[in-house]
């Protein structure tokens, strides 16, 4: 189990990219923070998730105040 945004999730063994496709989020307009690191865009096809790692995903807004 991967704990995502506070959630434990069936995710092990997916790359950062599949998961993020499967759960409906647009890859260009996400940061992704791995095991308390933020994930470079590049690594997130080659990134597998593993039991126990905690991710994050936060979604970037357009709009104004």
């Known amino acids: ?10 995710a092990a063994g997916k790359t950062v990219a599949a998961y993020l496709e499967e759960a ?4 260009r307009a996400v940061a992704v923070e ?3 690191v933020i994930l470079p865009k590049e690594r997130y096809a080659s990134t597998r998730l593993a039991d126990g790692d ?3 995903i ?5 709009g104004g105040c």
């Open 24 to 27: 409906g989020y647009d890859s």
């Open 54 to 56: 905690t991710v994050e």
């Open 58 to 62: 936060v979604c970037f807004m357009g």
């Open 34 to 36: 791995h095991n308390e």
């Open 1 to 10: 189990m991967v704990k995502i945004n506070g959630e434990m999730q069936q």
